[in-house]
Every structure is written in C-alpha cells, then in structure tokens.
C-alpha cells in the first residue's frame, strides 16, 4: 500500500523551531516533485514548499526566510525545517506526492505562547 506519514508535529512557542518529517511507504517518489501543504480552521489549504529530487522550487511568500523544504532520496523521506515559528504558523501540516494524489494523514502544529 501506498502512505505517506507525517510527524514532528507539536506545540511550540514563537521564535522557536520545529522540524516535520514525511515519510514515504510502498512506492519511491524519487526525483518527483513533493509538496507540504498546511490548513488552519476556517481557511483554505496553503501550498507551504514544494521540491523536486532534492531542489526546492517553491516557497510560500508567509514562510520564506523562515522555513526550509528538504529530501532524503534514499531514505525516501522529505523534511520541512521551520524556524522562527510564529502564532499564524499553527495548522496542520500535510505532505503531498501529486503523481500518485497521495496524502498523509496530517501533523498539527500549534504555536502560542
């Protein structure tokens, strides 16, 4: 079977960093390009950082500077470093492979003092 699983979630305060995980299972995604996504109640799904292989190509305008999209091809897993963390930041958190539509279940993130 096909998953991707998120973790790395948790509480954090502002100014502080997290580091999430996606790791993939059951299929190999490769130089294909991997994207996070993160929702927050009431609003609409946010593209956070795309890469492909191992170069990111894409980084919301809210996050640059802030956060940093990396891959391991060989573990198969891809990592969003976020530093800075601000309250704004807090939503769930999910990795995305659009080749297959593929989504991980989702980690929360919560940022508050």
């Known amino acids: 079977q096909v998953h991707l699983l998120e973790s790395g979630g948790g509480l954090a305060q502002p100014g502080q960093s997290l580091r999430l995980s996606c790791a993939a299972s059951?299929?190999?995604?490769?130089?294909?390009?991997m994207i996070w996504y993160r929702q927050s109640p009431g609003k609409e799904r946010e593209l956070v950082a795309s890469?492909?292989?191992?170069?990111?190509?894409y980084y919301a305008d809210s996050v640059k500077g802030r956060f940093t999209i990396s891959s391991d091809r060989i573990k198969n897993i891809v990592y969003l470093k976020m530093n800075a963390l601000r309250p704004e930041d807090t939503a769930v958190y999910y990795c995305?492979?659009?080749?297959?539509?593929?989504w991980g279940q989702g980690t929360q993130v919560a940022v508050s003092s």
């Open positions: 995305n492979w659009p080749p297959g539509d593929v």
């Open positions: 059951g299929f190999t995604f490769g130089a294909s390009v």
């Open positions: 890469i492909v292989n191992t170069t990111p190509t």
